[in-house]
């Protein structure tokens, strides 16, 4: 499955949306959809994906949010590269696969989150770090080209109108993979 992306870019997803299905059959997860983040397209750009795997389709994409790192919060200086680190206090987004957790109560957005259980070595330190997917005001629902996605402390936040939508498919679905990627430009 290839996605369009920016001036016509195409992605293909294909081998991680395979692995993505391999790994929720061994796992035990979820196989009717799954979440992929691709931190290597700009932050301006819808780049959070929801998969069908059953039906092996886009069911909707949004804008997200990463981490500023070294930046300054609520800035959009690292729109073109996300900085990435597990890093206690690094306040950078964590690439790898997670499991969607328990909803909770969030002091942003709708005041929904999610907690998210890093699986690989990358993103292992996500509920020490309290890495949730949440809503933020901040996050507009449409794409922003060229500007970027304000930046938060590391978690995956989406717009409001985007997390109501997110919240309902996750109430009827458990044990959902979130996969976070970086391709290459």
């Given at each position: 499955t290839?996605?369009?992306?920016?001036?016509?870019?195409?992605?293909?997803?294909?081998?991680?949306?395979?692995?993505?299905?391999?790994?929720?059959?061994?796992?035990?997860?979820?196989?009717?959809?799954?979440?992929?983040?691709?931190?290597?397209?700009?932050?301006?750009?819808?780049?959070?994906?929801?998969?069908?795997?059953?039906?092996?389709?886009?069911?909707?994409?949004?804008?997200?949010?990463?981490?500023?790192?070294?930046?300054?919060?609520?800035?959009?200086y690292?729109?073109?590269?996300?900085?990435?680190?597990?890093?206690?206090?690094?306040?950078?987004?964590?690439?790898?696969?997670?499991?969607?957790?328990?909803?909770?109560?969030?002091?942003?957005?709708?005041?929904?989150?999610?907690?998210?259980?890093?699986?690989?070595?990358?993103?292992?330190?996500?509920?020490?770090?309290?890495?949730?997917?949440?809503?933020?005001?901040?996050?507009?629902?449409?794409?922003?080209?060229?500007?970027g996605?304000?930046?938060?402390?590391?978690?995956?936040?989406?717009?409001?109108?985007?997390?109501?939508?997110?919240?309902?498919?996750?109430?009827?679905?458990?044990?959902?993979?979130?996969?976070?990627?970086?391709?290459?430009?």
């Open positions: 290839e996605i369009t992306i920016e001036n016509k870019k195409s992605i293909d997803y294909t081998s991680y949306f395979n692995e993505a299905q391999q790994y929720c059959e061994e796992n035990n997860l979820n196989q009717e959809l799954f979440f992929l983040i691709d931190l290597g397209i700009h932050s301006g750009l819808k780049r959070f994906f929801i998969y069908d795997l059953k039906d092996k389709k886009l069911l909707k994409s949004c804008l997200v949010s990463h981490g500023c790192g070294s930046s300054v919060w609520g800035g959009t690292t729109k073109e590269n996300a900085e990435i680190s597990n890093q206690v206090d690094s306040h950078c987004s964590s690439i790898g696969k997670y499991m969607v957790m328990n909803r909770g109560v969030s002091q942003w957005g709708i005041k929904v989150n999610y907690l998210l259980d890093g699986k690989e070595e990358t993103n292992s330190n996500a509920i020490k770090r309290a890495i949730v997917l949440h809503s933020w005001e901040e996050v507009p629902n449409d794409e922003v080209y060229p500007n996605t304000p930046e938060g402390w590391g978690c995956p936040a989406v717009s409001n109108e985007s997390m109501m939508e997110i919240d309902s498919i996750l109430q009827r679905n458990k044990k959902v993979l979130f996969w976070i990627i970086k391709t290459e430009k």
